[in-house]
């Protein structure tokens, strides 16, 4: 048996999220058109000065769509209470969020994160990558996993060494110390500023909450595999040999390469936060229950 270290891909900048958007946009509605024209005309047709036209809005995937809303928390008011600050501009939130966020942890990675600019329209980026399967990683700037990438081969055959599991236990382990409970608190402290950035992507506003519902189950649909993984090489990556793996979301991918230990702590504690979240919802739906009872 040998180890190899996986090879560097070959990065490339991204583009800027919003322009990339449109510029998808632009390419689908032209191919379509094109598609659609009538190829059976025997004669040119005139070339038309172009016309100006809405732009598009970004279509939800069915995960999105079929997601449930999260309730709004209606505030309270206490006389003993000192009164809630009030929002800044989502352009000018960054300071407003890391002090809300900050409590969260005081794990280094963690801190590190907080203080990248543009903090909650990057965290909405990052969530609706999710919501589709995407995995948006230098959207993220926590450190990378220690060690090297290896790989087990017998003869013709590639497998994955199931030591690089435990590369990933430090961030399943500051993931999963953050209470649910003080997620869902801070999502709906936060929650007018991430309505705006969401909208600032083009879709509506008040979807946010069913994408981040989507990303969520994302990763729960991921699947926690026990047995030995086969790899074959391609390039200068490697890929699962299995094509049933190889074609899963690129965020589902990304959980089998941190292991089955990993992904079940990271999905019992994505539940509890679900479940934070959804919690008035399902409070409101045992009370109609009730009455309608």
Request: no cysteine; charged share 25%.
């Amino acid at each position: 048996m040998t180890y190899e270290r996986e090879p560097n891909p070959v990065t490339k900048r991204p583009l800027p999220l919003v322009p990339a958007i449109i510029a998808v946009v632009a390419v689908i509605a032209a191919a379509i058109w094109y598609m659609q024209r009538d190829t059976d005309s025997p004669t040119p047709i005139a070339a038309q000065p172009p016309t100006a036209v809405e732009p598009a809005t970004p279509a939800f995937p069915k995960a999105v769509e079929d997601a449930p809303d999260i309730p709004q928390v209606e505030e309270t008011f206490d006389m003993e209470e000192e009164p809630a600050q009030e929002l800044p501009p989502l352009t000018d939130s960054d300071e407003f969020a890391r002090n809300v966020l900050a409590p969260l942890s005081q794990e280094e990675d963690f801190a590190l994160w907080l203080q990248t600019e543009n903090l909650l329209q990057k965290a909405v980026a990052f969530v609706d990558g999710l919501s589709k399967g995407n995995l948006l990683k230098k959207i993220i700037p926590v450190q990378p996993p220690q060690g090297k990438f290896n790989v087990i081969k017998e003869e013709d055959r590639i497998w994955l060494d199931e030591a690089n599991y435990q590369r990933y236990d430090d961030l399943t382990d500051l993931f999963t110390s953050i209470s649910p409970q003080a997620l869902s608190q801070v999502f709906h402290t936060l929650r007018p500023l991430l309505e705006s950035a969401y909208g600032d992507l083009g879709y509506p506003a008040d979807k946010f909450d069913n994408s981040l519902i989507a990303a969520i189950d994302q990763v729960l649909a991921a699947p926690e595999i026990d047995s030995a993984i086969a790899l074959k090489s391609e390039s200068v990556a490697y890929q699962f040999a299995d094509p049933a793996l190889e074609s899963l979301p690129a965020i589902q991918k990304q959980m089998v390469r941190m292991g089955p230990a990993n992904t079940a702590k990271i999905k019992a504690h994505l539940r509890q936060v679900r479940q934070a979240l959804l919690a008035e919802s399902a409070d409101k739906n045992m009370d109609e229950h009730i009455e309608a009872d």
